[in-house]
C-alpha cells in the first residue's frame, strides 16, 4: 500500500526534552512538509523540503528542525526552545513543486505530541 | 485582515440537503486552491482541487472566482457520511512559498 506514515500516534514528553517525530512515505513524491494543528485553528506549515538534502523555514519555524537526507524520510525534532510543543503533528508529501497536481499534498495519520 | 477565510459555522443541514461553503483568499498571487475534508481528530484528506473552469465529482462541485478572490464548494444531496469539517487550502509560490490553510467549516448533516 502506497501512502505516508507517521509514528508514534501518540507521544508524551516532559518540558526540556528534544523529541523526534517519525514520517516516511513511499509514494515516490519529491516533496514533504510538516504542519502542526491547534485546536480551532488551521494547519500551519513549520517546515517544507522539495528535494533530498534541501528544506526551507515554513511561517512558525521556530523551535524545530528537520532533515532530508532520503526521499522518503522527513524527520522533524521538537526542540525545547519551542515555547508551546503541545500539538497535533501531521506531515505531508506532494509530486513536486511544478506541474499539474505537484501542490496536492497528502497527509499522514499525524501525532499527537503532549509535553508536561 | 486573515490571509484565508472561511465561513465560521457549523453548518446543520438535513440529510438530501444541498450545502454550499465559501472561502476568500486576500493575495490575488495564489496559484493553487484545493478543498480538504477533516474529520475529528484525523488527518485532512484531499477532497478535490479548484481549477478556474469549475471541476466536478459526483455531488461535490468546486468553483474558483479569481477577480472576487474566493473559491467555493457545493455538496449536493448531503449524507450523513459528509459531516466533517472543511478546510480551504490556497498555495502561493511567488517570491517563497506558502500554504495557507483556512479554520474550516464544521458541518454536521443530520437523518
Known amino acids: 500500500d502506497g501512502g505516508i506514515t507517521q509514528s508514534p500516534k501518540y507521544l508524551f514528553r516532559k518540558e526540556g526534552q528534544n523529541v523526534t517525530l517519525s514520517c516516511e512515505q513511499n509514494?515516490?513524491?519529491?516533496?514533504m512538509y510538516w504542519y502542526r494543528q491547534d485546536p480551532g485553528q488551521g494547519l500551519r506549515l513549520i517546515y517544507y523540503?522539495?528535494?533530498?538534502?534541501?528544506?526551507q523555514k515554513g511561517d512558525i519555524a521556530e523551535g524545530y528542525s528537520v532533515s532530508r537526507e532520503k526521499k522518503e524520510s522527513f524527520p522533524l525534532t521538537v526542540t525545547s526552545a519551542q515555547k508551546n510543543p503541545t500539538a497535533f503533528y501531521l506531515c505531508?508529501?506532494?509530486?513536486?513543486?511544478?506541474?499539474?497536481?505537484?501542490?496536492?499534498?497528502?497527509f499522514g495519520p499525524g501525532t499527537r505530541l503532549t509535553v508536561t | 485582515r486573515k490571509e484565508v477565510e472561511q465561513d465560521p459555522g457549523p453548518f446543520n443541514v438535513p440529510e438530501g440537503a444541498t450545502v454550499a461553503f465559501n472561502c476568500t483568499y486576500s493575495?490575488?498571487?495564489?496559484?493553487?486552491f484545493f478543498w480538504y475534508r477533516q474529520d475529528c481528530r484525523k488527518e485532512p484528506k484531499l477532497l478535490m482541487s479548484?481549477?478556474?473552469s469549475g471541476n466536478e465529482d459526483g455531488r461535490f462541485t468546486a468553483q474558483l472566482n479569481r477577480a472576487s478572490q474566493y473559491i467555493s464548494l457545493l455538496i449536493r444531496d448531503s449524507k450523513l457520511s459528509d459531516s466533517a469539517t472543511y478546510l480551504c487550502?490556497?498555495?502561493?509560490?511567488?517570491?517563497?512559498?506558502?500554504?495557507?490553510f483556512g479554520a474550516g467549516t464544521r458541518l454536521f448533516v443530520k437523518a
Open positions: 505531508a508529501s506532494s509530486p513536486g513543486l511544478a506541474g499539474v497536481g505537484s501542490y496536492e499534498q497528502y
Open positions: 487550502v490556497v498555495i502561493l509560490n511567488t517570491g517563497g512559498f506558502k500554504t495557507i
Open positions: 493575495n490575488s498571487a495564489s496559484q493553487s
Open positions: 523540503s522539495q528535494i533530498v538534502n534541501d528544506f
Open positions: 479548484v481549477y478556474s
Open positions: 509514494l515516490n513524491h519529491d516533496a
